[in-house]
């Protein structure tokens, strides 16, 4: 029950913090921490004279470690009196970091942020209002849509700031598509998705990646106009049976990839993926991985959005906030903070470095200049979010309290599925009714 364990360890760390009266404290040490010092000789005093040490933490692969640890230095080369102590994991271990942190009052100046975590963290008091900042300026937010900072808002508040926009999309093996002498359409069914993959497996030998977990079945419940969670609360069958019916009808195939391989390519991990390696022609995930995914891939990928229901009366693509930078309630140097996720965001020497790697800059004259210096592959995903502009869908909710339950349960159900150890039908109804109890249960 990880998100209650979470709620838990940030009551926590909130009673440690009133209780020591701290604030900012370096971060504990891990295996994949880096520290990055500051440099004497910089040019500018962005944050004042003062000397000022920020800690800050992000989930990512190699490729978005390596660009922010750059950009990072560079800030600090800029302004010599700031010191930012940096750390960082992939996606699976994030969480369970960033509950360490918070039960020992450890709790980042500067802390990635989900869409799905942001309520969790602001009802127990542990982010900052960036309001302030953004009303005098700090953090300048002139060229930035106001649907954009609404993201990140509780309560008529700016509690976290989007990195950068992104959508669902299927990412595929150009190579072998065309070898195979088929075409993949900008939004395939998932019907097509099949007899695609069949005929690439029968051309190439290569098999297919179906299966987008929890996101996956929110997006189908989008393509009938529904909410997921709001069918799960009510014990309502539908999106769920239609998920785990299409997982069944691509597991019993040959063409398929089967879930004893999936156990040793976790999709979750950039570097693991089977798309990687070429067991898979394909995979599915949002736009902001797709520019490492092909560069650790080192292949031409192409890009096209999630598949959807044949019969769909609603799109449902939609346009995410890839990632936020919040800041921390406890931290001593608020203001500092601000100044770098500023810098982070508007800045073109800062986006020269990152180019999009998290998605397409919030900051719209940024993102014409990033645009205009991208290479093919990073060209792609602007091109896809274009599109993807033009047809999305508003997006669903943030996620309720129990939502790391709830994904979890549908993983261990979706690989008991693939093993044959129960039927389409039987993983529907015991989602939805386990689903059901972990939400109410999450309310209380």
């Known amino acids: 029950m990880k998100k209650k364990i979470l709620s838990l360890l940030i009551m926590t760390a ?5 209780l020591a009266g701290c604030s900012t404290k370096k971060a504990s040490p891990a295996a994949n921490t880096q520290t990055t010092e500051g440099n004497s000789s910089g040019e500018k005093e962005a944050a004042g004279d003062e000397e000022v040490t920020l800690s800050l933490v992000w989930w ?27 750390e960082f994991t992939d996606w699976s271990g994030y969480w369970d970091k960033v509950s360490t942190m918070a039960a020992g009052g450890n709790l980042p100046d500067i802390m990635q942020q989900d869409y799905a975590y942001i309520n969790q963290f602001q009802e127990s008091g542990q982010l900052a209002d960036l309001t302030p900042f953004i009303k005098d300026g700090t953090i300048d937010t002139t060229n930035i849509p106001e649907s954009i900072l609404d993201s990140g808002k509780i309560d008529g508040s700016v509690y976290a700031l989007s990195l950068g926009s992104n959508a669902p999309m299927m990412a595929y093996d150009k190579e072998i598509v065309e070898k195979a002498g088929v075409t993949i359409p900008e939004q395939p069914t998932i019907d097509e998705l099949y007899e695609i993959g069949q005929t690439i497996y029968e051309k190439t030998g290569v098999q297919t990646y179906f299966d987008g977990g929890i996101n996956y079945i929110q997006y189908l419940a989008r393509t009938t106009g529904s909410y997921l969670f709001d069918e799960l609360a009510k014990g309502t069958l539908d999106s ?162 129990g939502f790391s339950e709830v994904e979890e349960l549908g993983k261990k159900l979706v690989e008991t599925l693939r093993y044959g150890e129960i039927n389409a039908e039987d993983a529907a109804n015991q989602y939805v009714t386990g689903s059901k109890e972990i939400l109410e249960e999450a309310a209380k």
Do not use: H
Request: hydrophobic share 40%; glycine share 4%; proline share 6%.
């Open 14 to 18: 909130m009673v440690i913090g009133l």
């Open 240 to 401: 769920s049976l239609l998920y785990f019916n299409s997982i069944a009808k691509f597991s019993d195939t040959d063409f398929c990839i089967p879930a004893n391989l999936l156990v040793e390519k976790d999709p979750e991990i950039v570097e693991t993926k089977p798309i990687i390696d070429q067991s898979t022609w394909n995979d599915l995930s949002f736009s902001n991985q797709f520019i490492s995914v092909s560069s650790t891939a080192g292949r031409d990928l192409g890009i096209c959005m999630w598949p959807t229901t044949a019969d769909a009366t609603t799109q449902p693509e939609y346009l995410k906030p890839s990632m936020f930078f919040s800041i921390a309630e406890t931290s001593e140097n608020k203001e500092a903070a601000a100044k770098f996720i500023d810098w982070f965001t508007n800045s073109e020497e800062a986006n020269e470095i990152l180019m999009g790697e998290r998605g397409i800059p919030i900051n719209t004259e940024i993102a014409d200049f990033v645009k205009s210096k991208v290479d093919n592959v990073t060209a792609q995903v602007f091109d896809f979010i274009a599109k993807v502009t033009e047809i999305a869908e508003p997006i669903d909710p943030p996620s309720p309290s």
């Open 60 to 86: 990512g692969n190699q490729t978005r470690n390596d660009l922010t640890q750059k950009a990072v230095e560079l800030y600090m080369k800029n302004n010599s009196n700031v010191t930012i102590k940096t």
